[in-house]
């Protein structure tokens, strides 16, 4: 099975800009699709974005044109580039490979700890 661990997380002014990591450690994401999800004390947990097998992408509405996702050519890394951060993107950001496309939670197979990020107002 495969391993996931998030990186990249931070504290960021408004307007900054983050790039998460995504590794894989124990089989590649060659055969899994890649979810990103975040979870906002008190909140429940949300999609955010998907890096699927073949390059497709899909992102929530609220992070549309502001984040962007891909995987990397040895699939082992997928990225999370953030920018024009707001204070509400605030929340630990979490990994997922799954058989299918993670755009929910419940279709996470295998996640990461998580990683903190902060926007300050």
């Known amino acids: 099975q495969v391993r996931i661990k998030e990186s990249g997380g931070g504290l960021v002014q408004a307007g900054g800009s983050l790039r998460l990591s995504c590794s894989a450690s124990g089989r590649t994401f060659g055969t899994y699709h890649v979810g990103w999800f975040r979870q906002a004390p008190g909140k429940e947990r949300e999609f955010v974005a998907a890096a699927n097998i073949g390059g497709t992408t899909q992102y929530a509405d609220s992070v549309k044109g502001r984040f962007t996702t891909s995987r990397d050519n040895a699939e082992t890394t997928v990225w999370l580039q953030m920018n024009s951060l707001r204070p509400e993107d605030t929340a630990t950001y979490y990994c997922?490979?799954?058989?299918?496309?993670?755009?929910?939670?419940?279709?996470?197979?295998?996640w990461g700890q998580g990683t903190q990020v902060t926007v300050s107002s």
């Open positions: 997922a490979a799954g058989y299918t496309p993670v755009v929910l939670p419940s279709l996470g197979d295998y």
